[in-house]
């Protein structure tokens, strides 16, 4: 079965400083990844995704993930944490086996930027 | 201009009370999603449809119901509402090339709380 683990569930770093949200995931083939962003009492924005292209994939507002298959994991990264960026970031698949579209969410990980 | 739309954005209702929730999306997209998150903001996949056509139902009770009346549109219809119903719904669509998904795009959601 398909899954994606957030190893994380809060993270909390000050502004400015690096930001890294860590994901593994299981499939059997190469899957689909996604990170998306939820803040608060909104919807969810797609940050990046991966697709069997470049590994190292980058996204909006300055995210980049990497796809590291002999880890089977999908770390998302910024450089400098900015007040903005906190919200609730998940980790997400999409079997390539899947003929339904189906995405499958990671827990959540909650980031934290104090000033 | 919006590209997944959902109403109403919140509802408040008792239980007991038959509800419904609608969903549009103007991107031209075939397949169209319903997710639910919980209170641990966790998010599971309760229904697809492509064109108009069924292809996913994940074990959600028969009181939900969900209508696509066109490749747009997919309605939630929820009867007999309970307490453990209150949760966030979001509306997804994505397009379809071949066996792939592309473009998921999430509504902003509706929050429902029975009481």
């Known amino acids: 079965a398909q899954s994606v683990t957030q190893l994380d569930s809060h993270v909390s770093v000050s502004e400015g400083t690096p930001v890294l949200l860590r994901c593994n995931y299981s499939s059997s083939y190469s899957p689909s990844l996604f990170w998306y962003v939820q803040h608060p009492n909104k919807g969810l924005q797609l940050l990046l995704k991966y697709t069997s292209a470049a590994t190292l994939v980058k996204g909006i507002n300055g995210f980049e993930a990497e796809f590291k298959k002999s880890e089977t994991s999908f770390h998302l990264t910024k450089p400098s944490a900015h007040m903005s960026d906190a919200a609730e970031y998940f980790c997400?698949?999409?079997?390539?086996?899947?003929?339904?579209?189906?995405?499958?969410f990671g827990q959540g990980t909650t980031l934290q930027v104090k000033p | 201009d919006t590209a997944v739309s959902q109403t109403p954005k919140y509802l408040v209702t008792q239980m007991g009370n038959d509800k419904s929730i609608k969903c549009e999306q103007n991107l031209g997209h075939d397949t169209m999603y319903w997710y639910k998150q919980d209170s641990k903001k966790f998010l599971k996949i309760m229904f697809s449809?492509?064109?108009?056509?069924?292809?996913i139902n994940e074990t959600v009770p028969n009181r939900f119901s969900p209508k696509s009346p066109d490749k747009a549109h997919l309605n939630l219809h929820i009867n007999s509402l309970e307490l453990g119903d209150s949760a966030v719904y979001f509306c997804a669509s994505s397009q379809v090339i071949g066996q792939a998904y592309y473009g998921y795009t999430f509504g902003s959601g509706t929050r429902l709380t029975v009481v």
């Open positions: 449809y492509n064109n108009k056509e069924l292809i």
């Open positions: 997400v698949v999409s079997p390539p086996s899947s003929n339904t579209g189906k995405l499958i």
